[in-house]
């Protein structure tokens, strides 16, 4: 089964920005749809964005117009772009399968905070 490995958290401030990457053990081009979800504090994981295999793409309403996310199947790798950054956009970030996922990384924590 494919393994992914998330990169790229860190702690930013409010209005900042991040970048993260995910790297699949796999090819994601014969995966299809990748997304990003994330998990905050006592709260269930959700779904952040997704990307199909012929590049559409689509983010839910609280980060649309602020998150991007992309893919390059030549380097089995999908980012997240998030720009203005808001305080409750901090959590865990995972990248999976979209729709019936794999197993799960280890993902990589945003904190945003003054």
């Known amino acids: 089964q494919v393994q992914f490995k998330e990169s790229g958290g860190g702690l930013v401030q409010p209005g900042g920005s991040l970048r993260l990457s995910c790297v699949a053990s796999?090819?994601?081009?014969?995966?299809?749809?990748m997304a990003w979800y994330r998990q905050a504090p006592g709260k269930a994981r959700e779904l952040v964005a997704r990307?199909?295999?012929?590049?559409?793409?689509y983010a839910v309403a609280s980060v649309r117009g602020r998150f991007t996310i992309s893919r390059d199947n030549a380097k089995n790798t999908v980012y997240l772009q998030m720009n203005s950054l808001k305080s409750e956009d901090t959590a865990v970030y995972y990248c999976?399968?979209?729709?019936?996922?794999?197993?799960w990384g280890q993902g990589t924590q945003v904190t945003v905070s003054s």
């Open positions: 796999g090819s994601i081009r014969n995966i299809g749809g």
């Open positions: 999976n399968r979209f729709g019936e996922n794999y197993s």
């Open positions: 990307t199909l295999w012929n590049g559409d793409t």
